[in-house]
T-cell receptor
Framework: LAKTTQPISMDSYEGQEVNITCSHNNIATNDYITWYQQFPSQGPRFIIQGYKTKVTNEVASLFIPADRKSSTLSLPRVSLSDTAVYYCLVGAKAAGNKLTFGGGTRVLVKP | DAGVIQSPRHEVTEMGQEVTLRCKPISGHNSLFWYRQTMMRGLELLIYFNNNVPIDDSGMPEDRFSAKMPNASFSTLKIQPSEPRDSAVYFC?????????????FGPGTRLTVT
């Protein structure tokens, strides 16, 4: 699993676009990038997954530059209910190595 | 369509007791994962199965922890004997795919408190 770095927290306001960048300098050729969202007292929820360029679904967009050393999760027009912790996960679990979700980014959406 | 089901949702037990956590994955999914989440350690993968077969249990903290998947619709995580440091939220997740990167669907978790 590639080491990832995300901001610890971000504040935003309702209706704004939120962009969370994850750095993964040692991403391997075959690694995919996956984002999860976790609300308090709930399990993580899959948001989006991508390999290169841009991926979009009904919830978010994922932008991946050509060098793939970082990725940006974009949440359009957030609402209060988007307040959560967002995790970036890159790659696969190597046999014998531990897999731990990073600290994630705590996003607070204010009215 | 039911998601991943975990039981119990909350468990309080005394040190030394055996604890069994249960999970029913999404029907048709081929992979199942057990995670543990604490403030100190974050969300750690304990073990995962493909087609009911354990693939990697390197995240299991000690021999006190064991997991089984007797069939495609049921898995258990057992702690025997339990200790206060095992207090955490335990999540089960399932995935349709059999290889990384998995698109994992998590259950609501079991909050375990060991006193």
């Amino acid at each position: 699993l590639a080491k990832t770095t995300q901001p610890i927290s971000m504040d935003s306001y309702e209706g704004q676009e939120v962009n969370i960048t994850c750095s993964h300098n040692n991403i391997a050729t075959n690694d995919y990038i996956t984002w999860y969202q976790q609300f308090p007292s709930q399990g993580p929820r899959f948001i989006i997954q991508g390999y290169k360029t841009k991926v979009t679904n009904e919830v978010a967009s994922l932008f991946i530059p050509a060098d793939r050393k970082s990725s940006t999760l974009s949440l359009p027009r957030v609402s209060l209910s988007d307040t959560a912790v967002y995790y970036c996960l890159v790659g696969a679990k190597a046999a014998g190595n531990k897999l731990t979700f990073g600290g994630g980014t705590r996003v607070l959406v204010k009215p | 369509d039911a998601g991943v089901i975990q039981s119990p949702r909350h468990e309080v037990t005394e040190m030394g007791q055996e604890v069994t956590l249960r999970c029913k994955p999404i029907s048709g999914h081929n992979s199942l994962f057990w995670y543990r989440q604490t403030m100190m350690r974050g969300l750690e993968l304990l073990i995962y199965f493909n087609n009911n077969v354990p693939i990697d249990d390197s995240g299991m903290p000690e021999d006190r922890f064991s997991a089984k998947m007797p069939n495609a619709s049921f898995s258990t995580l057992k702690i025997q004997p339990s200790e206060p440091r095992d207090s955490a939220v335990y999540f089960c997740a399932s995935s349709l795919t059999r290889t990384w990167p998995y698109e994992q669907y998590f259950g609501p978790g079991t909050r375990l408190t060991v006193t």
